[in-house]
């Protein structure tokens, strides 16, 4: 048993058949939400409404998170069955038998939460710089096609990079969950110094970085509609005179004037929704680390890394469901679109309603 590296034998035991269920079902779901959003984004298309760039850019992040929860739900599976989850024994053979499902389930899981992780940067980045300058839907498209091949580019291509040469290094495999789920992530079998490099260029490093540039650019993009504001209202001051009523002033300010209103409140949210499903796993990283490499015994660390390990079966694999409940379910102009759908079959549709569903709106998404 010493020949395990990490002392990891003794977080065997703390995945119940909860969090095997908690997994599978928090999947299952987001791989229905997922479906779900891209169903209903084709619909709206199809009706005549124009799908702006951040709606097209959330589409890409929801492949990723749907390839995130059927990562997942393929490891809870797999981990069923597995020798993980009956003995340790199995992983002090490390190099002697690899599990073949257990690679295969790591490298789409790696792959598809660092493009997650991007596409939800990108969005950040997009919303600060792009959207205020966005041409109309009518105008070229050469500049938006430009820039979609280069997010792709970063968005797929970095992560593939990475997973791609941790799996030629076989890197892959067993974790006994420390850092993660009941999936597969990076080997237990390598070293200390090598598990956390290697977490880290994997995901922990990226997500973390997310998390910072996302921010940043969510003070700076909170700082321009603040001074945005205070230039609208210069202009209704200046234009209807201050004893004016409010409603007259308001109506006496161009469109042209109120670039940032057209950025969808949600969308600047989207990272903080990433924050609190993954940080559980984050905090559970950032605790192993420091116990793998300081080698002290925290006070109550058992205990706070089952509790976060629960939590975290549920985060990892909840992303697309929480992008379909913001962005599909709390949407009156979906939830119109889906009577409509249903009601469509006996019912003819009047004019009131497909002039609703095939108007651009950016504020009544």
């Known amino acids: 048993m010493e020949n395990v590296t ?9 995945t119940t058949n909860f969090d095997i269920t908690l997994i599978i079902v928090t999947s299952l779901l987001s ?9 209903l984004t084709f619909l709206r298309w199809r009706g005549g409404e124009y799908i702006n760039e951040p709606k097209r850019l959330l589409v890409c992040l929801t492949v990723a998170d749907l390839f995130v929860a059927l990562g997942n739900m393929f490891g809870a599976i797999r ?10 024994n199995s992983i002090v053979a490390c190099h002697t038998g690899r599990d073949p499902l257990c690679i295969f389930q790591a490298f789409v899981t790696i792959m598809s939460s660092m493009s997650s992780f ?4 990108i969005i950040a980045f997009h919303l600060l710089y792009l959207t205020p300058m ?5 105008g070229s498209t050469v500049r938006i096609y430009k820039r979609t091949i280069f997010y792709h580019f970063i968005s797929w291509g970095i992560p593939a990079a990475l997973s791609i040469t941790a799996l030629s290094k076989n890197l892959l495999g067993s974790d006994l969950t420390v850092g993660s789920g009941a999936w597969c992530w990076i080997s237990a079998c390598l070293s200390q110094t090598e598990r956390t490099i290697w977490m880290t260029l994997t995901m922990k ?8 540039l996302c921010a940043l650019f969510y003070i700076l993009l909170k700082w321009s509609h603040c001074k945005e504001y205070r230039k609208v209202k210069k202009v209704e001051m200046m234009t209807a005179g201050i004893n004016a009523p409010r409603f007259i002033r308001l109506q006496s300010v161009p469109d042209s004037e109120r670039k940032y209103t057209k950025v969808d409140k949600r969308f600047m949210y989207l990272w903080l929704i990433e924050l609190f499903l993954r940080s559980f796993g984050t905090v559970r990283f950032v605790m192993a680390t420091l116990k793998r490499h300081t080698g002290h015994a925290y006070t109550s660390y058992d205990k ?13 694999s909840a992303q697309a469901l929480c992008s379909f409940i913001v962005f599909c379910a709390f949407s009156a102009r979906t939830r119109e679109l889906v009577r409509v759908k249903c009601v469509g079959g006996c019912v003819k549709h009047d004019d009131e309603s497909v002039s609703l569903l095939s108007s651009v709106s950016y504020r009544n998404d």
């Open 205 to 212: 490093g990226w997500e973390i970085m997310m998390y910072i």
């Open 79 to 88: 981990f069923i069955g597995s020798m993980d989850y009956k003995s340790v």
């Open 6 to 14: 990490n002392g990891t034998e003794e977080y065997i035991n703390k």
């Open 31 to 39: 791989v229905i939400g997922a479906c779900l959003l891209f169903i």
């Open 118 to 121: 991007f596409w939800t940067t």
């Open 134 to 138: 966005e041409p109309s839907h009518n």
């Open 304 to 316: 706070a890394d089952t509790v976060l390990f629960h939590f975290q079966n549920f985060g990892d």
